[in-house]
């Protein structure tokens, strides 16, 4: 599927912008926070060349080493071809843009976009930034739905969880965008 992406507009608020507020981390070490920061960035990038079938040309630390195999992993098994890795994405309705993981065709499920999750634990804002990131692939591909891919650190199969139907999260996320606007105002 070839397809032209929407231009930059340096007016457009990102998804990460929006939610950023959403995310308490007040309770969290500098240090800890860092970290995941540098894990998540560095196994988003390696495991987005590996789609991209790019080869990765930065030594994996041993701790990252089960991510990227839960990654590879669940890619064999399940995905068919990579249509988008790492793209951004404009909505030129409601002014904001969002870098997506993942499109991809899978064997049973179609195609779908992909977020690649490293925390352990499942977070109700994730729902939000996935109904975002819907609706800007749709405006360009023809998306069925949208999920998580939580890796797991032990190189043990990735959890895929969909985010489902309600269209409470896309609600949320613009009135949060519209929040957002507002009080830069």
Known sequence: METTLPTKNANYITVTQVLSRYADFSRIPEDVLNFASERGT????????????????????????????????????HVVKVILAEGRLYDHTYKYSGQLDLIVQMKTEGLVLVDLKTPVAFKKIWLWQIAAYENLARLTFPVRKGGTLQLSPDGAPAKMVWRGESPRDFSFFISALQIKRELEV
């Open 42 to 77: 560095f196994i988003h990038g390696a495991c987005c060349a590996m789609a991209k079938g790019v080869p990765w040309m930065k030594p994996i630390p041993e701790d990252f080493q089960g991510y990227i195999d839960s990654f590879k992993r669940w890619k064999d098994l």
